[in-house]
């Protein structure tokens, strides 16, 4: 951490709060003694569940939030030096279908121009996913290892129904433009695929598994590696665009057994059992070493 950092002087914004990555990080900021506002969704969600976070008022304030209502996002905002958002899908559309793009893209533009009115506002930090760097139709033949630099096709995403690159993609990169157009400081976050406890088949990352896998590119990433590199990004003034995000690969007959049996748990008991002992190894092909040392000094 910067030395002329001063957690007690901040006051950081969490949207949206009710995702288990928005939840983690309100507990997380709050424990290294941040304020923060914590931004919800309208509908569906108890504000109750925050209580046991913390009692006191003063640190931790709920708001009800829409991405598609502007007057919301402002006030949710009203006094924050940092946004950590999270798009999380509407109640009422769940699924990763080819319009939950334009539903994303909406909803990244509102949130970064409600920023770039906030005056007290320092950094957002952006999640996006690796999904917006990984395909594309040169992905097999490229020379150096796919990293934050790369951008993942929309046109071959559209192809190949890949709804969850596509709209990542664009979502980010309408973020990007808003941001550099206001002059709103961003940082991105580009993660692998969540290890959540909740981590099912359906999971729209999940679409075209087999291919990331046998290019190399399948990552998945730690609840609690993905808020720490969200807050070292955040307080690290030398931090700046996007950061690929995993600590794992899944590039072993072993790793890709292991998935597909928490994925899908009733039929683990007919799936073959792994005795290659690493002859499947697939070379990795993508790079989180930027990310990687700029968390070499933070202190989780």
């Given at each position: 951490?910067?030395?002329?950092?001063?957690?007690?002087?901040?006051?950081?914004?969490?949207?949206?709060?009710?995702?288990?990555?928005?939840?983690?990080?309100v507990?997380?900021?709050?424990?290294?003694?941040?304020?923060?506002?914590?931004?919800?969704?309208?509908?569906?969600?108890?504000?109750?569940?925050?209580?046991?976070?913390?009692?006191?008022?003063?640190?931790?304030?709920?708001?009800?939030?829409?991405?598609?209502?502007?007057h919301?996002?402002?006030?949710?905002?009203?006094?924050?030096?940092?946004?950590?958002?999270?798009?999380?899908?509407?109640?009422?559309?769940?699924?990763?279908?080819?319009?939950?793009?334009?539903?994303?893209?909406?909803?990244?533009?509102?949130?970064?121009?409600?920023?770039?009115?906030?005056?007290?506002?320092?950094?957002?930090?952006?999640?996006?996913?690796?999904?917006?760097?990984?395909?594309?139709?040169?992905?097999?033949?490229?020379?150096?290892?796919?990293?934050?630099?790369?951008?993942s096709?929309?046109n071959?995403?559209?192809?190949?129904?890949?709804?969850?690159?596509?709209?990542?993609?664009?979502?980010?990169k309408?973020?990007?433009?808003?941001?550099?157009?206001?002059?709103?400081?961003?940082?991105?976050?580009?993660?692998?695929?969540?290890?959540?406890?909740?981590?099912?088949?359906?999971?729209?990352?999940?679409?075209?598994?087999?291919?990331?896998?046998?290019?190399?590119?399948?990552?998945?990433?730690?609840?609690?590696?993905?808020?720490?590199?969200?807050?070292?990004?955040?307080?690290?003034?030398?931090?700046?665009?996007?950061?690929?995000?995993f600590?794992?690969?899944?590039?072993?007959?072993?790793?890709?057994?292991?998935l597909?049996?928490?994925?899908?748990?009733?039929?683990?008991?007919?799936?073959?059992?792994?005795?290659?002992?690493?002859?499947?190894?697939?070379?990795?092909?993508?790079?989180?070493?930027?990310?990687?040392?700029?968390?070499?000094?933070?202190?989780?």
């Amino acid at each position: 951490m910067a030395p002329s950092f001063d957690i007690s002087t901040h006051t950081v914004c969490v949207m949206d709060a009710s995702g288990q990555l928005g939840f983690r990080l309100v507990q997380k900021l709050l424990q290294r003694g941040y304020t923060v506002h914590a931004s919800i969704q309208k509908y569906g969600v108890d504000k109750e569940m925050f209580n046991e976070i913390s009692a006191d008022s003063d640190k931790l304030k709920v708001f009800r939030s829409d991405p598609f209502d502007y007057h919301s996002l402002i006030d949710a905002l009203k006094g924050c030096s940092g946004l950590f958002y999270t798009f999380e899908p509407p109640f009422d559309q769940p699924d990763y279908d080819e319009f939950m793009a334009d539903v994303e893209v909406r909803a990244a533009h509102n949130v970064l121009e409600a920023c770039a009115q906030t005056e007290t506002m320092d950094k957002v930090v952006f999640t996006s996913a690796a999904t917006a760097t990984v395909w594309r139709e040169d992905r097999k033949t490229m020379e150096l290892d796919l990293d934050e630099r790369h951008w993942s096709d929309v046109n071959f995403c559209r192809k190949f129904k890949l709804w969850h690159g596509m709209s990542k993609t664009l979502a980010e990169k309408t973020a990007w433009a808003l941001a550099m157009d206001r002059g709103v400081n961003m940082v991105s976050i580009n993660s692998g695929l969540g290890m959540s406890h909740d981590l099912s088949i359906k999971n729209p990352y999940l679409r075209g598994a087999a291919e990331m896998y046998e290019d190399g590119v399948f990552v998945t990433v730690d609840l609690e590696f993905l808020v720490d590199a969200h807050i070292c990004v955040y307080e690290d003034v030398s931090s700046y665009g996007r950061y690929l995000c995993f600590n794992h690969i899944i590039n072993t007959q072993d790793d890709a057994v292991q998935l597909a049996r928490k994925l899908t748990p009733a039929a683990s008991s007919s799936m073959p059992q792994s005795d290659d002992h690493g002859k499947s190894f697939i070379e990795q092909r993508i790079s989180n070493k930027k990310l990687n040392k700029l968390m070499v000094d933070f202190e989780a």
